[in-house]
């Protein structure tokens, strides 16, 4: 119904910058495993590493401005810009470059699914733009645009976590049930050796 296209549209573009700053993150993750995956770091991997930064830089600068203006802002270079990190993607992991540690391969998928996530939402607010927009005036309402947010944040989330998880920084952290816990003292095996052979 009319009434319900702002809403919609609304719900559409945080899902759009919600699935962008996502990506961004990951590509940060992606960034630092690609140099500080390997002891020597060979040129092919400097390269990926500055291009996932940029890429990642890119992404949050974007949603921050677009929900800043709450408005679907650099229309014209956003759809290509997105088709060319998804592609970028699909070649990291078609060459392996993404396996390089091999856990990374994870946060290249992910990332390209939040990559995809912004660009079909784009196309989608992009085509509504060129159509007829009746009820653009009326402010959307905030109850269903609140679970839309909801939902929109679940459904990146679950697409990012695991994203990062398969990070390098992701492999290395702390376990949260593990934060504030001493270590566990060593036990002395030898001692626990020479008691058992008292008789």
């Known amino acids: 119904m009319e009434y ?71 229309t014209r270079y956003a759809a ?14 078609a060459t392996g470059l993404g396996s390089v540690p091999k856990f990374m391969s994870v946060s290249d998928l992910a990332a390209f699914g939040l990559v995809l996530m912004a660009l079909a939402g784009t196309g989608w607010l992009r085509r509504q733009h060129k159509t007829n927009d009746g009820g653009a005036g009326a402010p959307p309402r905030s ?30 952290a702390v376990p949260h049930g593990e934060h504030g816990q001493a270590p566990a003292p060593a036990q002395n095996t030898n001692l626990t050796l020479n008691q058992g052979h008292h008789h």
Do not use: D
Request: net charge positive.
């Open 4 to 74: 319900q296209r702002p809403t919609v549209k609304a719900a559409v573009l945080l899902f759009i910058y919600f699935a962008a700053m996502a990506a961004g993150l990951v590509e940060f993750s992606l960034a630092a495993g690609y140099l500080t995956g390997q002891s020597a770091p060979t040129p092919g991997l400097v390269v990926a590493c500055a291009a996932t930064l940029l890429a990642g830089l890119c992404f949050l600068m974007w949603a921050l401005w677009g929900l800043h203006r709450n408005a679907l802002v650099l």
């Open 80 to 93: 290509p810009a997105l088709t060319l990190a998804a592609v970028g993607h699909v070649a990291a992991i």
């Open 143 to 172: 109850g269903r645009l609140l679970a839309a947010a909801f939902g929109a944040a679940v459904v990146v989330s679950s697409v990012a976590t695991p994203g990062l998880a398969a990070s390098l920084a992701g492999q290395h």
